[in-house]
Each structure stands twice: as C-alpha cells, then as structure tokens.
C-alpha cells in the first residue's frame, strides 16, 4: 500500500510561484520514479515532469525552463518549483509514484492562475 499527499496548491497571479510537495509513505521502493501529472478542465491528465530515483528528470515542453522537479528520497518526497506561472497552468495536480510496474496517485492539489 502506497499513499500520496500533496500540498502547496492555491491561487497565485500570472508570473508568480508556487511550490508543490508530495510525501510518500506506505510500501515505498528504493527504486522508483515520482512525478507530476496535471489535469486541465476538459481535457485528460498529462505528464508534467518526472524524476528517477537516480536523479534523472524529464519534463513536458509546455514547462521547460519554467518548473523544476526534485526530490529528497531520505524523505520519500517529490517536489515541483513552479515559476513564471500562466493561466494555462490551471489544472489540478497529481502526484505519482511508478514502481514494481505499479502506479500510485495522489488526491491531487488544486492550481489557479490568475490573469
């Protein structure tokens, strides 16, 4: 059993920040990636960045150069730095782990940009 908690989601003006934070806890493996996922209205839930348990990162074009995705594994936790935030980056944000060819989500934590 594997559990996600999210937070650090809210309402923030265009061009601000946000941080979001992910702990993972329950049945966690040495050897896994962690990632985020965000969900538009009306449209289907997308990839935004994820991070290896090596440290190896990859991330959606839409973001680059404007979201960075870390993690501390002593702590089993995955972060998304959020800066120069658009309206377009309104959606609710999902916290994921892939490990043992399981995937495991998070509640998700609302994201609103304000024009």
């Known amino acids: 059993q594997v559990q996600l908690v999210e937070s650090g989601g809210g309402l923030v003006q265009a061009g601000g920040s946000l941080r979001l934070s992910c702990v993972a806890s329950?049945?966690?493996?040495?050897?896994?990636?962690m990632g985020w996922y965000r969900r538009v209205p009306g449209k289907q839930r997308e990839l935004v960045a994820g991070v290896s348990s090596g440290g190896r990162t990859n991330y959606a074009d839409f973001v680059k150069g404007r979201f960075t995705i870390s993690r501390d594994n002593a702590k089993n936790t995955v972060y998304l730095q959020m800066n120069s935030l658009k309206p377009e980056d309104t959606a609710v944000y999902f916290c994921n782990v892939y490990q043992g060819y399981s995937t495991h989500w998070g509640q998700g934590t609302q994201v609103t940009v304000s024009s």
């Open positions: 329950g049945s966690i493996f040495s050897i896994n990636v």
